[in-house]
C-alpha cells in the first residue's frame, strides 16, 4: 500500500474518500498575506513555525511571502525545508546523540540556527558541529511564562550565552523565548505584555552589560501574533497556527471562525440514534483535543453549524450532538468539521487537499509528517 491512499486528484470534494484534510485557498492564501503584510509593515522579521503545515508547499508560499526563513521543531522538518530555505531556525533542545547527528547533517548550505538552555546542550551541539566542520548559530531560550523550556534568570541567560561565544564551532546569536502562555484575545493582553516587556528588558539589559547584546531577539504566537510591535526588543516572529487558525484560535478571540482555512472533511454514517450524527471522522481524524475554555464542549465544530459540535469520539466515529439544532443532515451527507488543534489534525494526515468552494484544484503531502 502507498502511504497516500487516493492517488488521483478528484474534481469535487464529493469524490474525495473521507475523512479527509480540506484547505480552503481562498482563506489561506489571505491569512498567509495578513501576516505576511503584518511583519513587512512593523519592520519584524517573519520566520514561521512549519508545524503547523509541514509542507515545503505552503513554506514556499511563506518565504515568496517575504518569509526570512523558517522555524522548525524536529529534524524531519529541517530536512524537508532544506529543500526551500537556507535558513533554518531548530526552536527545539537540541538534545540526544541521534537527534544532534541528524540535525547536523542537514545540507551544508542552510544556515543552522539552533535555541536551547543547558550548559550540557551547548557543550553537545559545539562537539558535534565540530565534527561535522560547520558552525551553528544559537539562540539562548528564556522562559518568560509558559514555564516550558528556557532559563528562569537573566543570570543563566547571561552565563549561557558567554559559554555559546566561547565555543569555535557555534556563534552566539540572539535571544529566543514563546510566549505560549498568553492565550487571552488580542485587546486582553495588555496586562501579560508588559509583564512580558519587563522580563525581556531585565534580560537584555543583564546581556548588553556583560557585553552580549543579541542581534536577533526571536519570539511570537499566533496568539500574539497581532500586537508584537508592542515588544520593541523582539526582532523576529515564529508564528506557525496563523496559516490555517482553528477552532481554538478562533475561540481565544484571535481570528474569526471564517478564517479556519483547514477543515476534516468528514461523511454522515449513521443517524440511527435520535438526536445525532455519526461521521467518520474520530480521534484518529481530529485527535482529542480540548479547548483552553473547558465550559466549550467539544472537539471540533461544523463549518456551517458552528454551534453542533462533535460531543464525543471513538477512533473512527465522532458524534455531533444535534440536540439544540433543527439541522438534521442525512446519511451519507458530507459535512466540514473545523478541528479544535490543526497542528495535531495535519500530522494525521498523509495529504491535504486545497479546494475553492466544491472543487478540488490540488492536493499537496504533508512532507515533513512523524515524531521525529
Ligand atoms: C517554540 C515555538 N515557537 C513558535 C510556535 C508557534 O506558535 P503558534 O502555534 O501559536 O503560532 C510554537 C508552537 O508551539 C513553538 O513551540
Known amino acids: 500500500m502507498t502511504p497516500v491512499e487516493q492517488t488521483t486528484t478528484p474534481a469535487t470534494i464529493a469524490g474525495i474518500e473521507t475523512p ?32 503547523t503545515h509541514k509542507s515545503p508547499v505552503i513554506a514556499r508560499e511563506q518565504l515568496r511571502r517575504g518569509a ?4 522548525c521543531a524536529t529534524v524531519r ?55 561535522a566542520r560547520r558552525t551553528v548559530r544559537v539562540y539562548v531560550e528564556a522562559d518568560v511564562g509558559m514555564h516550558r523550556v528556557g532559563v528562569t534568570s537573566a543570570d543563566r541567560a547571561v552565563a549561557l550565552a558567554r559559554r555559546v561565544a566561547g565555543k569555535p564551532s557555534l556563534e552566539y546569536a540572539g535571544l529566543a523565548f514563546y510566549a505560549g502562555h498568553i ?25 548588553s552589560a556583560a557585553g552580549l547584546t543579541p542581534t536577533v531577539v526571536s519570539g511570537g504566537s499566533t496568539p500574539t501574533l497581532w ?4 515588544l520593541p ?18 475561540d481565544l478571540g484571535v481570528c474569526a471562525l471564517d478564517d479556519c482555512a483547514l477543515t476534516v472533511l468528514a461523511t454522515v454514517v449513521s443517524t440511527a440514534v435520535p438526536d445525532q450524527a455519526v461521521v467518520d471522522a474520530g480521534t484518529k481524524a481530529l485527535g482529542r483535543e480540548p479547548l483552553d475554555d473547558a465550559s ?3 472537539f471540533g465544530a461544523v463549518a456551517d453549524h458552528p454551534d453542533v459540535v462533535v460531543s464525543r469520539m471513538s477512533e473512527e466515529h465522532g458524534i455531533l450532538d444535534l440536540r439544540s439544532t433543527s439541522w438534521r443532515p442525512a ?11 490543526v497542528c495535531v489534525v495535519v500530522h494525521l494526515n498523509d495529504v491535504v487537499y486545497g479546494v475553492r468552494g466544491e472543487n478540488v484544484e490540488t492536493t499537496w503531502p504533508v512532507a515533513a509528517r512523524g515524531r521525529t
Open 77 to 131: 522538518e529541517v530536512e524537508v525545508m532544506s529543500d526551500v530555505t537556507n535558513d533554518v531556525l531548530f526552536a527545539y533542545p537540541p538534545v540526544g546523540g541521534p537527534r544532534l547527528r541528524r540535525l547536523l547533517s542537514a545540507p551544508a548550505k542552510v544556515r543552522l540556527t539552533v535555541s536551547l538552555d543547558s550548559e550540557a546542550a551547548i557543550d553537545a551541539l559545539a562537539a558535534t558541529a565540530a565534527a
Open 183 to 207: 492565550r487571552q484575545p488580542p485587546a486582553a493582553q495588555d496586562e501579560r505584555l508588559a509583564r512580558l516587556n519587563d522580563e525581556l528588558g531585565a534580560i537584555l539589559d543583564a546581556l
Open 331 to 341: 446519511t451519507g451527507d458530507l459535512v466540514r468539521i473545523i478541528p479544535n488543534h
Open 227 to 230: 500586537r508584537t510591535h508592542e
Open 68 to 71: 526570512a526563513g523558517l522555524t
Open 233 to 250: 526588543a523582539v526582532t523576529e516572529i515564529r508564528p506557525g497556527t496563523y496559516v490555517y487558525n482553528d477552532r481554538a484560535t478562533a
Open 20 to 51: 479527509a484534510a480540506i484547505v480552503d485557498l481562498g482563506r489561506l492564501a489571505a491569512n498567509l498575506d495578513r501576516a505576511a503584510s503584518y511583519a513587512t509593515s512593523h519592520g519584524i522579521a517573519l520566520r514561521p513555525h512549519v508545524k
Open 296 to 298: 466549550h464542549a467539544g
